[in-house]
């Protein structure tokens, strides 16, 4: 009996479950990178990425590719190729395994990615199919099915790349719809609302403010690209809206300037400068000229609103003009047109005292969590909305609404009473700071879940060291789920006297838990920070 047909064959089967998991997993990874090149190239400069790559099996496959290169006896290549068939079961049955638990990486089944999907599945069995019909059951087929394997990222990325033209397309006419609707609004008042860090809070105070007087739409949740404004103007701007509020991202210094092209701002907020996205931006110089997009695009009879606590933005105001006439500053650290004095911080409340240059003054009280971050964005929505004839007390009396939804963090509290502070959704180097200031202000052991921040280019080392440093001044236990900055935080926390075994690396949800519920008693605190492994937070309920 001839044994090369059967391990040909199963070699087959097992690789198409296999490529089930591949193929999702590069749509999925195009897709969280939002299908920009620059931001899936960058995802490979960190340890995660390399590891896609250079991990056993794949340079299991590499070796055995280049031993069936150089040859040998029939019976040798025989015995080699059972070892492939082995590890191809191995990768089928993790496939099935991660299928049924449900954590399989796919992406999220838009009209684009199911599109994408196909012609990805079609690419790869189109040329199974072929290889097949041209080597039938031979050494050299199997060598090319080996070599399939290894392109399949290739080949996802150039449908990917391919059907870029035709996304292009479409999304240019969904932009050109927008901007021919927005340009019917003549009196439409659009706030842009753009930075590093804090726009998206910024833009639910502003509008939640603003909706006691006026009728306001904005971009939903964190829908701040060309194609998330586009689609609020056509699908949710009405006539009767008197105020577009338009929350504005961008991961290169060209992604602003066709943003403000959309929307027409007549009112910038600019919340803050640091160096998220610098490796896409590819300087500091790049993010900052990147976010003043905004400003530089306002007319001249429009308002610029700055948070010139903002090193980046103070320095950046003092070396250059800008068109618009009507400058606005705000500060929590010292007067400036609308400053803030006396916060006091709670971990379920800020109050605090606003004075704006023209004699107002109101104190505040925000029941919400997050501690500063809140005073300040409340700021800039203040600013804004003294802009639009609110006065303090009126914009105070409006915050009295806002609910939980609108805190940059959510707090809730396990089945064994253990506090759980959850900003899991992102993470950016003010945030990471802010939120662990916060998680200082709870009592009893406190624990930060989080892994090291991305994009971030050049600043990785700085960046990571001044998170660290701050892990050793508030926590009793950091665990880093990443490997890239790992080290930074180590030395910025052991300069602070954390002790060496109280920072742990693991990826492993159900480690991570265990470690937790080791440490910790009711009353503890646990900061889940960016996006930590799934599971986590359904597993600390229990």
């Known amino acids: 009996m001839d044994i090369l047909p059967i391990i040909i064959y199963s070699a087959i089967f097992f690789w198409i479950i296999k490529q089930l998991k591949a193929v999702l997993f590069w749509l999925y990874l195009w897709q969280l990178k939002d299908y920009h090149l620059s931001r899936f190239i960058a995802h490979f ?12 099996a794949y340079l299991f496959k590499i070796f055995w590719l280049a031993l069936f290169f150089i040859g040998g006896t029939s019976q040798f290549l025989l015995w080699w190729s059972l070892p492939l068939v082995i590890l191809y079961f191995l990768e089928a049955f993790k496939t099935l395994s991660v299928l049924v638990s449900g954590k399989i990486k796919k992406p999220v089944w838009t009209g684009k990615a199911v599109v994408l999907s196909l012609f990805s599945f079609g690419l790869v069995f189109y040329f199974l199919v072929s290889f097949f019909y041209i080597y039938q059951a031979s050494f050299d087929f199997l060598k090319w099915l080996l070599i399939l394997d290894i392109l399949v990222p290739v080949f996802v990325s150039g449908v990917v790349l391919i059907f870029q033209p035709v996304t292009v397309f479409l999304r240019n006419r969904i ?88 929307a027409k701002p007549q009112m910038g907020i600019l919340t803050g400068i640091n160096q998220q996205h610098l490796a896409t931006f590819g300087s500091q110089e790049n993010i900052i000229k990147g976010k003043f997009k905004l400003i530089e695009s306002l007319p001249k009879n429009g308002t610029a609103i700055l948070n010139i606590d903002n090193e980046f933005i103070k320095k950046e105001l003092q070396r250059r003009k800008f068109k618009v006439k009507k400058i606005k500053k705000y500060s929590i650290k010292g007067e400036a047109d609308i400053w803030a004095e006396n916060i006091e911080a709670k971990k379920d409340k800020v109050s605090f005292e606003v004075f704006s240059r023209d004699g107002e003054f109101t104190r505040f009280e925000i029941n919400l969590p997050g501690g500063w971050p809140i005073v300040s964005n409340i700021l800039a929505a203040a600013a804004a909305a003294k802009e639009l004839k609110m006065s303090l007390t009126e914009i105070h009396k409006a915050c009295q609404k806002i609910d939980a939804s609108f805190a940059p963090v959510t707090v809730r ?11 899991s959704y992102s993470a950016n180097p003010e945030g990471v700071l802010a939120d662990l200031n916060y998680l200082n202000l709870w009592v009893g052991k406190k624990i930060v879940v989080m892994p090291s921040l991305i994009e971030l280019g050049s600043a990785i080392k700085e960046v990571h060291q001044n998170i660290g440093k701050k892990i050793g001044e508030v926590c009793d236990l950091a665990i880093i789920t990443s490997r890239d900055g790992l080290k930074e935080i180590k030395t910025g926390a052991l300069k602070k006297g954390l002790k060496p075994d109280r920072i742990i690396y693991s990826e492993n949800p159900r480690k991570i838990v265990e470690i937790i519920k080791k440490e910790t008693q009711r009353g503890d605190t646990v900061l889940l920070e960016g996006r930590v492994p799934e599971g986590i937070l359904n597993l600390l309920n229990k």
């Open 45 to 56: 400069s960190t340890i995660k990425g390399r590891q896609i790559f250079f991990n056993k």
């Open 175 to 262: 932009i050109a719809k927008a901007m021919a609707k927005r340009s019917q609004f003549k009196d439409l008042i659009v706030i842009g609302v753009t930075g590093s860090c804090g726009k998206s809070s910024a833009k639910e105070f502003l509008a939640a403010i603003l909706s006691q007087k006026y009728k306001v739409v904005r971009t939903p949740k964190n829908q701040n690209s060309e194609m998330g404004i586009s689609n609020t103007i056509l699908n949710l701007l009405k006539p009767e809206h008197q105020i577009f509020i338009c929350e504005m991202g961008g991961y290169n210094a060209q992604g602003i300037e066709l943003l403000v092209k959309i």
């Open 413 to 423: 509290q396990s089945a064994k009473g253990l506090n759980i502070i959850d900003s």
